[in-house]
């Protein structure tokens, strides 16, 4: 018998140009995604939620800005407020962050320009939804391409999720490619459903492209994603 596919909805904003990406990737690793427009105001019945990488409504003001009073948004909101697991991958990240359901904010890089290349980033935490196929510690390779992906918090606000755990992934040491406060590549909400990541994992599910690290990340949320499934079946 075939393993159940979870749904996994994948939003689509005016400037979204990694949600067929995003969606191949998550197929090819067992999940079924369900393309859902920036302004529907409901999700489907889906197990899990990915923001992905582009620039939403051109960027304008800010990155994410815009694209935060999606209605859709509200939506995600509610999914996340229930538990269900929500990923947002670079400009997915900013959203979530001008959202409010992830903390700090994300700048313009340090060098005030944009980056292209493979980094490696460091695991901090497995017990997530987005890490548990992955090790403590271990150093996954995958692509960023962003301009505005400097993570800032304040000292008070960095000290308070270095101390609850919530920094996931860290750049590794020398290899920060935009100036994020702590080398913070990626934050995850309190709650622990809500992940932000500047990488891009869609673009590394497999070892021909350069590296297939990122399967990693996005095949723990399908497995989170089908746990969800089972559980309300």
Not at 103 to 108: E, F, N, S, T
Not at 163 to 192: K, T, W
Request: charge should be negative.
């Amino acid at each position: 018998m075939s393993e159940v596919r979870p749904r996994i909805a994948v939003l689509v904003f005016p400037g979204s140009n990694d949600d067929r990406d995003a969606a191949w990737a998550l197929s090819a690793l067992g999940a079924e995604p369900a393309l859902v427009w920036h302004a529907d105001d409901e999700l489907p019945r889906v197990d899990g939620v990915v923001l992905p990488g582009g620039f939403s409504y051109g960027d304008y003001l800010r990155c994410g800005a815009i694209a935060r009073f999606a209605p859709a948004m509200e939506a995600v909101a509610a999914f996340a407020a229930s538990g269900g697991p929500v990923l947002g991958i670079c400009n997915g990240f900013q959203i979530l962050c001008e959202a409010g359901l992830l903390p700090g904010v994300l700048r313009p890089n340090e060098a005030l320009s944009f980056v292209c290349k493979d980094v490696t980033v460091r695991v901090e935490r497995v017990d997530t939804p987005f890490t548990s196929r992955c090790s403590e510690g271990q150093r996954l390779v995958i692509p960023v391409k962003h301009g505005e992906g400097c993570f800032h918090a304040d000292e008070e606000l960095l000290a308070e999720l270095e101390a609850a755990g919530q920094v996931v992934f860290r750049y590794e040491r020398g290899g920060n490619p935009n100036g994020s406060v702590g080398d913070v590549a990626g934050v995850v909400s309190a709650d622990g459903n809500v992940l932000g990541l500047m990488p891009h994992p869609e673009h590394a599910v497999d070892p021909l492209l350069g590296s297939g690290d990122g399967g990693l990340v996005l095949a723990s949320l399908v497995d989170a994603a089908r746990e969800r499934l089972y559980a309300r079946a």
